[in-house]
């Protein structure tokens, strides 16, 4: 027998309600309802949280379909319309604002947002369907596909205030500078050496755009070779953070050309260990104001006429020559030579032929001197050679400048040919008186070395022209004379010997605007000492600051007096300022006590400063010419043109006025590069600001070519010359 099957139990039919194995397929399924029961709670809750949260979200969200239709729209939305999500449903956004127009530009958007399928962030309005109010919106754009394929746009509208989108107008609008700016900024990656630009860079060096590698080894092939070490190592300075990146140099442009720029800028990221990896800034085309710095030079450092070395070489080389003869125990000598009888020339034969004569005797000058030597035209027909170097054995040297002397004179002896009045050829004889004076160490300066060659060359004169004069320490009565004006000058304000005369200054119509004022010393048994002797003797022995003081003090006591209701109380007065005051700690102390002691406007009282204060500490200087102009008084650039003066220093430096050097305005009738010097000045003065006054005007032609110009202002004899004090007041008191 077999046992009964199981299988067989259970096919057969069991009795309703029977306890059988039903029972545990029945609690399966009710265990599987209640899970999926739960779950189904689950996803309600959870979908009724993400509906909650996307209702709530105070940006707007909705999906639309190719058509441009809604097809979802939270809350924020159907509110913003005044609408429900039912009422939404399959509807354009014209059906609540009426606005066709809008609505196509929505749709259109949604086209071109599904052909391309990425995702796009624009800017766009859209009108409330409530208030009518224009709303701003930032909004994301992001193309998606339903589970049935459908393409869809999905989209989260950030309302955005109208100060923000000020903003972004603004931040759009710097970018549109930067990219149109006369600067031609860079931006260095460190990490990567690629290098970005504006469009103002590529100008700058003539390369397109399209053209450009935008990487640090096509920067470093644009500098010019003999700039590119020097501005590398300014830029390794920067990166190891020495000091910012500020560098003038040249820079080659793609068909070979020289530009020359500032280059500026400075590391803005660093990494924790101090490594860079982004630097920023700019380069400025500064090449016109280099071309007019070369100009300005080539006037200011070589003589127009000759093309010789002019003064202010002739110094800066013979104070080199000094050092380098004391240094090498050698010897140098200084050759002064004065034309004899050039007077008559000019008196006789007019100042062209007088011309011709100086430009023949610079030339023959420059051919008989050794090529080491150097030729300066000292001024007018005065002729200064700086010999160097001669042998270190002193008798050697002696002859060696003995012989150089002696063919010097026999090539000024020759005869000249030369155009008369009438342009008729001519033979003018002439000679030269020359002194000399030899130097081996640091012993005597420069300027004491001029005046010892100047003293033997006048005794050369004295000896009856056409002579060669050798400075010999017997020659001190020219030294003794200098030595007891000193000595007087120190007293010569207790003694009441200096006054002040004044010079006016007419305006373009010739009307009275003001007045320099002059210092004069009236000496006590010498007459009238010229202040080409005496204020040179001042600055060397230190009394420039108590003269200066004095002239400062009676010019603030007539501005007093004068703005006391008269006729004069509008007009300026320019008082001079030498170097060495200005190089004073106590000077702007000075000018301050002096009018704080006086009831006057400080805007009527003008400090003519020459060039040379750019030969001093800068940064000193410029400091005390922003504390000067803080008292309310007003800065004058005298003698422009003469000196040291530097473009880049100038457009930073508090300046009123910039005044024309006589000796500019002098050959302005006769000479075109003059007229074009003079031209640049005045427009360089108005340009940045400044009134620009010519001193020194003589002719009436002078006059015409200088308000043609545009001159402000003008000066000179042609108008009137300098007067006492009580003759000006006089004079003009009822101008």
Excluded at 66 to 89: M, V
Excluded at 318 to 334: S, V
Aim: proline share 3%; aromatic share 6%.
């Amino acid at each position: 027998m077999t046992a009964p099957s199981d299988a067989g139990d259970r096919r057969s039919p069991r009795p309703e309600g029977s306890d059988d194995s039903r029972q545990p397929d029945d609690s399966c399924l009710h265990s599987r309802l209640q899970e999926m029961s739960s779950r189904l709670e689950a996803l309600e809750a959870e979908n009724h949280l993400l509906r909650t949260l996307v209702d709530t979200h105070p940006d707007i969200l909705f999906i639309k379909d190719a058509k441009g239709l809604f097809r979802y729209a939270n809350r924020t939305l159907t509110d913003f319309y005044g609408t429900s999500r039912e009422d939404i449903i399959g509807r354009d956004d014209s059906h609540y604002t009426g606005n066709t127009e809008q609505s196509h530009f929505f749709r259109r958007s949604v086209e071109q947002v599904l052909s391309r399928f990425e995702r796009e962030t624009v800017f766009e309005d859209a009108t409330d369907g409530t208030t009518g109010e224009v709303n701003h919106f930032r909004s994301i754009k992001q193309p998606f596909h339903d589970i049935h394929g459908q393409p869809l746009v999905a989209v989260l509208a950030h309302n955005i205030t109208t100060e923000v989108r000020e903003h972004e107008r603004k931040t759009r609008q710097i970018d549109h500078i930067y990219d149109t700016s006369l600067e031609g900024f860079w931006d260095w990656n460190i990490l990567t050496s690629s290098v970005t630009h504006n469009r103002r860079w590529s100008q700058i060096l003539g390369i397109p755009e399209s053209e450009l590698s935008n990487s640090l080894e096509e920067f470093a092939s644009l500098l010019h070779p003999e700039d590119k070490p020097e501005t590398m190592i300014a830029i390794q300075d920067c990166m190891a953070g020495k000091t910012a990146y500020y560098h003038r140099h040249r820079m080659l442009t793609r068909g070979g050309d020289v530009v020359w720029v500032i280059d500026k800028g400075d590391v803005i990221e660093r990494d924790s260990e101090g490594n860079p990896l982004r630097m920023i800034g700019s380069i400025t085309d500064i090449t016109r104001i280099v071309e007019s710095e070369a100009l300005l030079h080539q006037h200011s450092r070589f003589d127009s006429l000759t093309k010789l070395a002019n003064r202010a070489t002739l110094i800066d080389s013979l104070q080199q020559a000094i050092i380098i003869t004391d240094a090498r125990d050698t010897h140098g000598a200084l050759i002064f030579i004065d034309l004899d009888h050039f007077k008559k020339i000019n008196d006789l034969l007019g100042h062209t032929t007088g011309d011709h004569l100086l430009i023949e005797v610079a030339h023959r000058l420059s051919s008989t001197v050794r090529d080491s030597d150097l030729v300066a035209r000292f001024g007018g027909d005065e002729f200064v050679i700086l010999v160097q170097p001669l042998s270190h054995d002193p008798q050697t040297a002696c002859r060696e400048l003995d012989e150089l002397m002696e063919r010097l004179q026999q090539a000024l002896n020759q005869p000249y040919s030369l155009l008369g009045p009438q342009s008729q050829p001519l033979q003018h004889h002439s000679s030269a008186s020359l002194g000399s004076i030899m130097f081996h160490d640091r012993h005597l300066s420069a300027e004491e070395l001029i005046r010892r060659a100047d003293i033997a060359m006048y005794r050369a004169k004295e000896a009856g022209c056409n002579q060669t004069v050798r400075f010999d320490p017997s020659m001190r009565v020219e030294l003794e004379r200098a030595v007891q004006l000193e000595n007087d000058l120190r007293r010569a304000i207790e003694n009441e010997e200096l006054y002040v005369e004044l010079q006016p200054q007419f305006d373009r119509g010739l009307k009275l605007v003001g007045a320099e004022c002059l210092l004069r010393w009236r000496h006590a048994k010498l007459g009238n000492i010229s202040p080409y002797e005496f204020i040179p003797l001042a600055e060397k022995s230190q009394l420039i600051d108590s003269l200066g003081d004095w002239v400062l003090e009676q010019a603030c006591k007539l501005l007093e007096d004068w703005q006391k209701g008269t006729a004069f109380a509008r007009l300026y007065l320019s008082v001079n300022v030498s170097v060495k005051q200005l190089d004073s700690t106590h000077y702007v102390g000075n000018v301050a006590k002096a009018l704080s002691q006086h009831t006057l406007d400080p805007q009527y009282l003008q400090l003519e400063l020459t060039e040379n204060v750019f030969a001093t500490d800068m940064p000193a200087t410029v400091a005390r010419m922003h504390e000067l102009r803080s008292l309310g008084l007003r800065l004058s650039l005298d003698d422009f043109g003469t000196g040291f003066s530097s473009l880049t220093y100038i457009k930073h430096l508090p300046f009123d006025e910039l005044k024309v050097d006589r000796s500019f305005v002098n050959d302005l009738e006769n000479d075109e590069m003059n007229r074009r010097m003079v031209n640049f000045m005045v427009q360089l003065g108005r340009e940045l600001g400044m009134c620009v006054v010519a001193e020194g005007v003589e002719t009436p032609r002078q006059r015409e070519l200088l308000l043609e110009m545009g001159c402000d202002a003008l000066q000179g004899y042609l108008m009137d010359k300098p007067m006492a004090i009580e003759a000006f007041t006089a004079k003009y008191q009822l101008g």
